[in-house]
């Protein structure tokens, strides 16, 4: 039963580029009233792909930090400057959440990050949430193709060269 709406439009990339209003609900059925296509469900497969991707991360954050979470976890964080607020988004394959950390007088906090404050509070909401259920991995989108990349040319790997498994979009996979 819908208890009230709120403007604005839903997770796009969680919900695989569809942009629903948001509603506050009772039950669990949702109708998609008001549905609209923002992004090809190939290219919020990939991204959602790259956020998740803890490899995508290691440069700016190192292994084994806050972010890797323990089952496949879209994440995106930001920290505005002077650290006036931080935060933190995920989704995994059933739920989206979002935490926000920052003092209401926008004075700065000392030092917490997206990355490390407002993402430590999105891996326990999401520990949570999965604690007595099976997770699954994200969706991907039927038609991506999985093609062994080179990881110094970007073209398709060879014998000589290291290799990484990316997704693409029909007919957009490197020809050499």
Known sequence: QQTGEADGVGPVLARGGVASPLRWCTEQDFSG???????????????????????????????????DFPVETAVKTGTSNDYRDAWALGFSSRYTAGVWMGNFDRSPMRGVSGA???????????????R???????????????VAVCRVSGERAGA???AIQEWFRPGTTPKK
């Open 160 to 162: 000589a060269c290291p």
């Open 116 to 130: 490390v404050g407002s993402a430590m509070v999105l891996r326990a909401i999401f520990a949570e949430l999965r």
């Open 33 to 67: 009233a008001g549905s609209q296509r923002i992004l090809s469900s190939e290219v919020a497969s990939i991204i959602a792909d790259i956020l998740a991707d803890p490899e995508a991360r290691v440069h700016e954050f190192g292994r084994g930090g806050i972010l």
């Open 132 to 146: 007595y259920e099976e997770s699954e991995p994200l969706p991907k989108a039927k038609t991506l193709e999985r």
